[in-house]
Each structure stands twice: as C-alpha cells, then as structure tokens.
C-alpha cells in the first residue's frame, strides 16, 4: 500500500522555490512525543544530525535558533550572536501568531515573516540535518548549507 500523499508544508514550498534538494522524512506521532530526541529515534537518524527550532524575542523583536535536540540553547550565545543586550524565550501563546507554526512542527523555512535566524555551528560540519517540515510528523533533511541559504541564517556558537 503506497504511503499517503503529502501536502506541501510551506517550508517545502520554500525549498522548492529556491531549487533545493530534500529528502522528507515522515514519522508517527500517534503517541504524542514531538520532543526531538524522540523524532531522532522515530526517523532513524542521530540526535547530532537533528535539529530543532527555537524562537525567542528581544523585545519586540523576533530570533530564531536551529540548534541539535540534544542540545539546550545559550541565552547569553544567543544575545551575542543576535547581537542583542538579553534575549528570551518566545512565548509558547506567541509562537503561531509569530510563525505560522505550532510547536513541535515549527520550521526555520517559511515562517510568516522572517527574522534573523542563526544555526548551531556544530550543523555546519555535517553532511545533512533533519528539521521540523513544518508539520507534526514530517522532517526535512538537507544539507546544512542549504538550510541556512533556505533560511537566510548563518552559522553561530549557540550551545553550552
């Protein structure tokens, strides 16, 4: 029986407009579990390789962290990477409002609206990366440096 149809997530639009390479990755989340280093386990990949994406704000102005599930974000990396005094987390009320996207398929392509969007350095050395297509229960994966050109981010110390 063939899988069923996927419908394009605006970040798979995006990376199509753009012309770059992709593999989707689906997985089952009929158990809930949308935290990524259960995604990692469910698409067969390591948790290095997978990503997720973070929003935070200064103010009222929008951030967006790619950094390994594994991995906790740096507040003060952040800021400085962002170029900002202090930075926080986005709100969980604000993330759709802001993005487009829910949590645990907020995608770093095809936001809303775009905001400076930085990526853990340690992705840069990889040949591929899973990230969020923008929907529960469907991954991207892509080479880093197309992600970052998907994203218009760039490459930062952002981890402890």
Avoid at 25 to 35: A, I, K, M, T, W
Avoid at 133 to 141: E, Y
Wanted: with cysteine; proline share 6%.
């Amino acid at each position: 029986m063939a899988a069923p149809k996927i419908h394009k997530t605006n970040a798979m639009r995006r990376l199509d407009e753009l012309g770059i390479p992709y593999e989707i990755l689906r997985y089952d989340n009929e158990d809930g579990q949308v935290h990524g280093t259960a995604v990692a386990d469910k698409i067969g990949l390591a948790p290095e390789s997978v990503f997720k994406t973070l929003v935070a704000h200064a103010g009222s102005s929008g951030y967006v962290f790619v950094i390994p599930v594994g991995e906790e974000l740096d507040l003060k990396k952040a800021a400085r990477a962002a170029g900002v005094k202090k930075i926080e987390m986005l709100p969980l009320k604000d993330l759709q409002p802001w993005t487009g996207y829910v949590r645990g398929g907020c995608s770093p392509i095809g936001m809303k609206k775009h905001f400076p969007t930085f990526i853990a350095a340690a992705g840069e050395e990889l040949q591929h990366v899973a990230v969020s297509a923008g929907k529960i229960g469907l991954q991207v994966k892509l080479a880093p440096q197309h992600l970052a050109s998907a994203a218009q981010a760039v490459f930062a110390d952002l981890i402890h």
